[in-house]
């Protein structure tokens, strides 16, 4: 399977083009130390996923900016620290400070040029907002939860995303889903019947969980090295 078959790609956005983690352990870690809690980044980073995937499973119309405070709170009560409304408002904002990979701005510029750009993200529209002008790029079709009414890995995010491509008119066969995430993104997109990539930046977690052989079609350490690979397919222009 070559690259240049496909005419669109559709991206999760943060984990992918932008380093959520670092957004994340940036935003808390002050607020932690302040309060005597010693924690680490990877355990910064566990104690999150765990607590937004919860709350988002709890309530998957709110809005993500809104969700991060109530997420925020959780975590207070997970380090036995009192809540801080302050800094807990200040977290559902903090999405506009969360940096894009390196790599992420210059791979979208030359993949506009060759395919159609899609984002399907967990995030709000006003907060991709934020991450878009950080990113660079103009994406022809960006669809949030917000719109969507619920969370990834929910079917219906990728019964909206097939819908939206093929409106656009391009075949499903011809959309390559990129995304670091096997469970939210990979797997979905996968059942839907679309090729995937996974971009592994420094994948310490296995590709799949127990028991799944949804392998992906590609898989690339970085956003720049799949439009590197792509630019070997068709050479210099």
Known sequence: MQLAKFAALTFDCYGTLIDWESGVVNALLPWLTDAGVAANRSEIIKVFRAMQAAQQAATPTMLYSELLVQVHSSIADYFHV???PLAARAFGGSIRHWPPFSDAPGALAYLKEHFRLIILSNVDRDSFGHSNKALGVRFDQVL???????YKPDPRNFDRLVATVEAMGVRRERV???AESTERDLQPA???????????????????PTGQELRPDFRFDSLG?????????????
């Open 82 to 84: 009192p809540a801080n």
């Open 144 to 150: 949030t939860a917000e719109e969507i009414g619920s």
């Open 176 to 178: 390559l889903h990129v």
């Open 190 to 208: 996968k059942r839907h019947g679309l090729a995937t990539c996974l971009i592994a930046r420094a994948r310490a977690r296995p590709l799949t």
């Open 225 to 237: 090295q799949l439009a590197d690979a792509h630019w070997a397919e068709i050479g210099p222009t």
